[in-house]
Nanobody, 123 residues
Framework: VQLQASGGGLVQAGDSLRLSCQVS????????MSWFRQAPGKDREFVIC????????DYSASVKGRFTMRRDNAKNTVFLEMNDLKPADTAVYYC?????????????????WGQGTLVTVSS
């Protein structure tokens, strides 16, 4: 299984950006899908995820109301829609897939990681 993340770039505060994560090798619907991010000099943190088990989407407090995620099962791709971006959102964003029953906001439940895509938000 491979995850290919794309869509990062340089934007200004207040702008929107959409990241994509294409899954190959297995059907998307068999995975809970998550996004994590790592800002310069900081640990990687949870951003948002969608569970395959109950369909629920969980958000970190810092992105709730601004970020959403969407599955396109026909394309085997998940999208992270980021609105009203802030300089604090600057980070490398990683998509992740988990096939188990555990909560999708824990890194310990991730089976596969994408390579990361850099988002830089200027003030």
């Amino acid at each position: 299984v491979q995850l290919q993340a794309s869509g990062g770039g340089l934007v200004q505060a207040g702008d929107s950006l959409r990241l994509s994560c294409q899954v190959s090798g297995r059907t998307l619907s068999t995975y809970s899908m998550s996004w994590f991010r790592q800002a310069p000099g900081k640990d990687r943190e949870f951003v948002i995820c969608n569970s395959k088990n109950d369909g629920k989407t969980d958000y970190s407090a810092s992105v709730k109301g601004r970020f959403t995620m969407r599955r396109d099962n026909a394309k085997n791709t998940v999208f992270l829609e980021m609105n009203d971006l802030k300089p604090a959102d600057t980070a490398v964003y990683y998509c992740a897939a988990g096939s188990g029953l555990g909560s999708c906001y824990y890194e310990t439940n991730v089976d596969h990681w994408g390579q990361g895509t850099l988002v830089t938000v200027s003030s």
